[in-house]
Structures are given as C-alpha cells and as structure tokens.
C-alpha cells in the first residue's frame, strides 16, 4: 500500500469522523433548544387551599392520562395552557374523566361534584393560561335580545347543532351533542374553549353580550313549546315524514284489509 492511498484513508476516515461529530453536536442543540421551548406543566406549589386539593384530585382521577404535571402523553393531550373553563366544562358535562376511548366523549353523570371540579379547575389554571370560568348572572344573559341571539345561533351554531339545537351527526363517528342539557355557563364555556370539534369563538368573533344573546336563544329554545303538536325531536321534517309516511301507509293497509274482509 502506497504512502499516498493511506494518507487518502486517514483524510477519509477524519472526514467522516468530523461529519459524525457534526450531526452529534446538531442533535444535541436540537435537544437542548426543544427542552427550553417545549411547554411543561410544573407541579403546583401555591399556598392556594383550592388549588392543593385540586392537585389531589388530578394526581387520582387524570394524571394516569394527562400526566402528572399536565405535560399531556399518548392516551390525552396536555393541559398546560387550556385554562378553568375547559376543565369546568369537560368535568361539568360528564365528559372527564374519560370511561372509554372513543370517536367522541359523551355526556353523562359528572364522577366529582362542583366544589371538586373548581378544585382540579384551579390546579390546571396555576398550570399557565387559558380562558378562567366565565362569571355572569341570570339576569345578565335574561336581558339579553333573544332575536339577536337566534340570528348568531343561526349563522355560527346551527349548522352542525340544529336550528333548535337538538344536534346532529358529524364524519367519523363524531356529532354536535343536543345543548338541551347544557346550563348557560356550560354554553358559554363551550364557546370559549371549543371542545371536541367545536370551534373556539373569540371575543373578537363573537364579543361576550353576543355569546350572552346566544345562551339566551338557546334557554328559550329549551323551554319553548311545540306549537304543531308533538316536537318530534326538533330535527326537522325528516323525522315529519317518517312518521307521516308510516302511519298513512299504516292506516292505508288497514283499510285494504278491513276492504277485503268485507268483501
């Protein structure tokens, strides 16, 4: 082997060591930068009495999903940043802590009662960002203009929700649920905090005395009777002539056959 082919290999071989050098260096600034900028939750250390028992309550009833610090895993995502009304919401309405997983979390029975749900609220909240539970009076959403409030329903909600809310089915498994249920901050919340598909309607969207005039509309479609009879399910005329076309097909057949019973 000539002098001039081992010098080639060792300038060979201290290339690819360099290269190798290189990219480690790279992985490990990469590494170091996304440490420093990705969000993470931090186990709480406020004085806040709430805001312990509600750590409590997440470590027993959410971390299994969520994490300990609400860093977020494979099975749920964080919840660093998500805020009080979030958890208000998915916690109020029966959807969390979650039984099984699914194309969508249903409503049910909520598993901790309010004062727990504020508690595990707080906890989340001292976790960093995110709207806070909104904080009106009946009688601020009962002065609002139910004619205004049927217009932005109209035009933001009722295409997936129903124009009476009584929801309606989605792609893949997933629907808007029927808002029935739903007390005026649980509207509210959902607006500000967009759960499942729902979007999140800012205040720049749609202000608060907007959002306000919509929970308004949405109480009164609750308590408003059926003018024509039965409701039906609120969902339009296709469940009309279903039942129409059932039961006059129905009463036709009796007919033919009282007919040719007499015959």
Not at 70 to 91: C, I, N, T, W
Not at 224 to 243: C, H, I, N
Request: charged fraction near 15%.
């Amino acid at each position: 082997m000539t002098p001039s082919t081992v010098a080639g290999r060792l300038v060979s071989r201290r290339r690819q060591l360099a290269s190798a050098a290189v990219v480690a260096v790279a992985l490990g600034l990469l590494g170091m930068l996304y440490a420093a900028l990705a969000p993470k939750g931090q186990a709480s250390t406020s004085a806040d009495p709430a805001v312990q028992r509600g750590h409590t309550l997440y470590n027993q009833g959410c971390s299994s999903c969520h994490g300990f610090n609400g860093e977020g895993g494979k099975r749920a995502p964080s919840l660093v940043g998500v805020g009080a009304a979030a958890v208000d919401f998915q916690m109020g309405t029966g959807r969390m802590p979650l039984q099984q997983h699914g194309a969508e979390a249903p409503r049910k029975r909520p598993a901790f009662t309010n004062q727990q749900i504020l508690d595990v609220a707080a906890y989340v909240a001292s976790l960093g960002g995110g709207p806070p539970i909104p904080q009106f009076s009946t009688a601020d959403w009962q002065k609002a203009d139910t004619a205004y409030g049927g217009a932005l329903f109209r035009t933001n909600c009722a295409q997936c929700h129903n124009f009476a809310g009584s929801g309606g089915d989605l792609t893949y498994g997933k629907y808007a649920p029927s808002l029935s249920r739903a007390t005026p901050t649980q509207i509210y919340e959902a607006m500000i905090t967009g759960p499942e598909n729902m979007p999140v309607f800012g205040d720049r969207q749609i202000t608060p005395d907007q959002k306000l005039a919509i929970v308004k509309y949405i109480r009164v479609l609750k308590t408003q009777a059926d003018p024509g009879g039965a409701g039906l399910g609120r969902v339009g005329p296709v469940s009309e002539t279903v039942v129409g076309w059932l039961a006059g097909i129905g009463i036709l057949v009796i007919v033919t056959m009282w007919i040719g019973a007499r015959a």
